[in-house]
Every structure is written in structure tokens, then in C-alpha cells.
Nanobody, 116 residues
Framework: QVQLVESGGGLVQAGGSLKLSCAAS????????MGWYRQAPGKQREMVAS???????NIADAVKGRFTISRDNAQNTVYLQMDSLKPEDTAVYYC??????????WGQGTQVTVFS
């Protein structure tokens, strides 16, 4: 079994930065993509950023230019660098790793709160 452990969330003032990390407890074979989703109170979960095994990225319009997704060379960890944070970025952020487009692994979620 694979467990995804997230870290890096917290309370930050608007304009500040945070870096989220998500590490797999075991090496994942046939990993196809990794990504970050977020869910704010009363809203649906939305995709924030994703990166494929080929290193192509997809960034949501709401965070484009402010957030950057990256991964380590071993593909065991995915990061989300969040800069110029806004109060509307406040949400629980979830890490997801997809195996061969058939199985998804999800992290436990980490709270990001941005205050003005």
C-alpha cells in the first residue's frame, strides 16, 4: 500500500509564501502524474496544478503565475511552491498521485490559511 504524507501548510499573511510537500511512503511504479487539489469551505474540490511523468505541467488559471509545481528526480515527492498568496487561496490542499491512469492515491490534506 502507498501512503501520501503532506506537509508545509499553515497560516500566512497575504503576499507571503508557503511550500507544500507530498511524499509517497513507497516508490510508485508506473506513476503517470502527480498533482495538487484544493477545497475551500462550501466549494467543490478544484485542480490547482499537476505534473506528468514526462514533466509537462498544468496550472489552474486562478493561481497561474503565482504557484509552481515540481517533483524530485525519483518521482517520490511532489512540491507546490505558493507565492503572492491571497485570502482566496485559503483551502485544504490535497496531493494526488495517479498510477497508470487507473488508481489514484490521495494525501490526508493540509490546511492553508491566508489572512489580510
Amino acid at each position: 500500500q502507498v501512503q501520501l504524507v503532506e506537509s508545509g501548510g499553515g497560516l500566512v499573511q497575504a503576499g507571503g509564501s508557503l511550500k507544500l510537500s507530498c511524499a509517497a511512503s513507497r516508490r510508485i511504479v508506473s506513476l503517470s502524474s502527480m498533482g495538487w487539489y484544493r477545497q475551500a469551505p462550501g466549494k467543490q474540490r478544484e485542480m490547482v496544478a499537476s505534473i506528468t511523468s514526462g514533466a509537462s505541467t498544468n496550472i489552474a488559471d486562478a493561481v497561474k503565475g503565482r504557484f509552481t509545481i515540481s517533483r524530485d528526480n525519483a518521482q517520490n515527492t511532489v512540491y507546490l511552491q505558493m507565492d503572492s498568496l491571497k485570502p482566496e487561496d485559503t483551502a485544504v490542499y490535497y496531493c494526488r498521485m495517479r498510477v497508470a491512469s487507473m488508481t489514484d492515491y490521495w494525501g490526508q490534506g493540509t490546511q492553508v490559511t491566508v489572512f489580510s
